[in-house]
C-alpha cells in the first residue's frame, strides 16, 4: 500500500520530533556488498548498529517501484538485473565463431587434416612430381 507524500512528511516530522531516526530514499537489493542498500546507505550495516535492542520500524512506501538498472563496466549496455552481459557474450561469441569456420583457432593437427583434404596439389608442395 502506498501512502500519500504529505502522510509521509507529516509522520517524519512527527518521528524526528520525538527523537527517532529518520532514513529516506530508494530500498534497494542487492547493493554492492550484497546487502540491502537505503539510498547511499548501507542498510545492513546501518541496522548492525541497532543489534539486541527493541526497535520500531515503520515503512512508508510513497511511491510505485522503480525499475533498478545496472550498467555493463565494459560496454555500458544497460542490465535490468545483476549478472552477465548478453552484449559482451554474444560479441565474444561471434569471433570465436568466425575461427571456428576459418579453421582458425582449432587444433593444429585437424588444421593439417583439412589442409591435405582441401589440396589437390598436394604432391606438387610436397616436391614429387
Known amino acids: 500500500m502506498i501512502i500519500l507524500p504529505e502522510n509521509?512528511?507529516?509522520?517524519v516530522l512527527m518521528a524526528r520530533d520525538l527523537g527517532a531516526d529518520v532514513l529516506k530514499g530508494h530500498l534497494r537489493?542487492?547493493?554492492?556488498?550484497?546487502?540491502?542498500?537505503?539510498?547511499?546507505?548501507?542498510?545492513?550495516?546501518?541496522?548492525?548498529?541497532?543489534?539486541?535492542q527493541r526497535?520500531?520500524?515503520?515503512?512508508?512506501?510513497?511511491g510505485p517501484p522503480e525499475p533498478v538498472t545496472f550498467r555493463?563496466?565494459?560496454?555500458?549496455f544497460v542490465l535490468y538485473r545483476p549478472g552477465p552481459c548478453?552484449?559482451?557474450?554474444r560479441q565474444g561469441a561471434e569471433p570465436a565463431a568466425e575461427l571456428s569456420e576459418t579453421g582458425e583457432g582449432t587444433d593444429v593437427l585437424d588444421?593439417?587434416?583439412r589442409l591435405l583434404d582441401d589440396d589437390e596439389d598436394l604432391p606438387s608442395l610436397?616436391?614429387?612430381v
Open 126 to 128: 610436397l616436391g614429387r
Open 111 to 113: 588444421q593439417v587434416a
Open 86 to 89: 548478453p552484449r559482451c557474450a
Open 72 to 76: 555493463c563496466e565494459s560496454c555500458g
Open 55 to 62: 526497535v520500531v520500524v515503520i515503512i512508508a512506501p510513497i
Open 8 to 11: 509521509a512528511a507529516e509522520l
Open 29 to 52: 537489493y542487492p547493493s554492492e556488498t550484497g546487502g540491502w542498500q537505503l539510498g547511499d546507505l548501507d542498510f545492513d550495516e546501518y541496522l548492525a548498529h541497532y543489534r539486541d
